[in-house]
Every structure is written in structure tokens, then in C-alpha cells.
T-cell receptor
């Protein structure tokens, strides 16, 4: 069964450094998303992406964040200058949009630890 | 945005049906109800969704009341691996807004 994959599974970085989290969505899906979950808190929406542009973003997704689909398979989230409060699990998701199907399938997540 | 209300926790005996309630009294006519679950810190897992009709798949059944103000997720034969946080979500646009969900513990 096709699934969303994410790399790395765990990333440790120092405050102020740039990080890129990578995702490979399900191959025929057209809609892509990033969510995050701070330890012990709710899953929070960050951004949705369709047709090579951001379609929706939350207040969390400020200028420090960016997304890109650099090729036909990868979808990345970049955090330009990490802060301690960026430490969280980051989940990528995708949905097909085919025939009105928008259920999102999530990857296993990347645990980002900012020190 | 439509909000959902779920009990914070519930226990279920292994092999029995688990019935998870959700209230969404402010849901609009074209908004879907989605159910996801999250096992420990894994990525949320899609279970099922519906608009107004009852739905069933290999994982669960979804019963939506006629007025659409509430729904029930049914896990027909709960197993220990069904222990998870279950989220009832009314999708607004493309994003999913997760609440606190219901912590379901399946006991032997």
C-alpha cells in the first residue's frame, strides 16, 4: 500500500540554524500539507500546497518557514533560523483530490530538536 | 469553523465494540466529518469520513445522525492495537483542525 515517507526521522540542530525536512508524498496525490505537534500538545496545521503554490497557511507559518516541491516527488519544509520553540514532530500529509477525495494520509513524522 | 466535542477518554474491552461519540452541532451542510487516530507519537492515521450517510470500511463504521449534529465511530471488535487517541474533525477547506480527541484504551 502506498504511503507517505519522511526523512530524517530525527533531526537535532542548534538554534539559528536552517533545517530542511523532506517528504515523499503518495505518488498520484496532488495536495500536500505540513503539520506539527509540540510534545504533549495538539496536532497543528501549518500549510497546504497545491499546483506549486501555497493554498492556505496558518499563523504559525511565518516568514521563517517555506515549502517547496523541488521535483516530481519531494515536498520540503524549510525553517530558516530555528528557535527553541520549533522543537516538535513535523508531519507531512498528502491527499489525491481525485473525485472529491480529500482524506489526508500522514507520514511517520520528523522529530526536530532545537538546542 | 465547526468545532467538535469528544469525551476525553474511554475504556473498551478487547473483542467488544467501541462506540466513540462526537458532537458537531455547528456543522454546515457541505462539511464532511473525518475520523483519524494517533497511536503514541506516530503520524495520524485516516480511518473514515462521511457527509450524511452512514459509512463502513475495513477499519470502522461511521454513523451520522439525520440532523448531522453528531456522529459515532464504531470499531466493531476492538483489539489492543486500537489503543490510540481518536480525533473527530470537521474539515474546513483543505486543512484538518485537530482537537484533543478521545484517548481510547483497550484492555484485555
Amino acid at each position: 500500500e502506498p504511503e507517505v515517507t519522511q526523512t530524517p526521522s530525527h533531526q537535532v540542530t542548534q538554534m539559528g540554524q536552517e533545517v530542511i525536512l523532506r517528504c515523499v508524498p503518495i505518488s498520484n496525490h496532488l495536495y500536500f500539507y505540513w503539520y506539527r505537534q509540540i510534545l504533549g500538545q495538539k496536532v497543528e496545521f501549518l500549510v497546504s500546497f497545491y499546483n506549486n503554490e501555497i493554498s492556505e497557511k496558518s499563523e504559525i507559518f511565518d516568514d521563517q518557514f517555506s515549502v517547496e516541491r523541488p521535483d516530481g516527488s519531494n515536498f520540503t519544509l524549510k525553517i530558516r533560523s530555528t528557535k527553541l520553540e520549533d522543537s516538535a514532530m513535523y508531519f507531512c500529509a498528502s491527499s489525491s483530490g481525485d473525485r472529491g477525495r480529500y482524506e489526508q494520509y500522514f507520514g511517520p513524522g520528523t522529530r526536530l530538536t532545537v538546542t | 469553523d465547526a468545532k467538535t466535542t469528544q469525551p476525553p477518554s474511554m475504556d473498551c474491552a478487547e473483542g467488544r465494540a467501541a462506540n466513540l461519540p462526537c458532537n458537531h452541532s455547528t456543522i454546515s451542510g457541505n462539511e464532511y466529518v473525518y475520523w483519524y487516530r494517533q497511536i503514541h507519537s506516530q503520524g495520524p492515521q485516516y480511518i473514515i469520513h462521511g457527509l450524511k450517510n452512514n459509512e463502513t470500511n475495513e477499519m470502522a463504521s461511521l454513523i451520522i445522525t439525520e440532523d448531522r449534529k453528531s456522529s459515532t465511530l464504531i470499531l466493531p471488535h476492538a483489539t489492543l492495537r486500537d489503543t490510540a487517541v481518536y480525533y473527530c474533525i470537521v474539515r474546513v477547506g483543505r486543512k484538518l483542525q485537530f482537537g484533543a480527541g478521545t484517548q481510547v484504551v483497550v484492555t484485555p
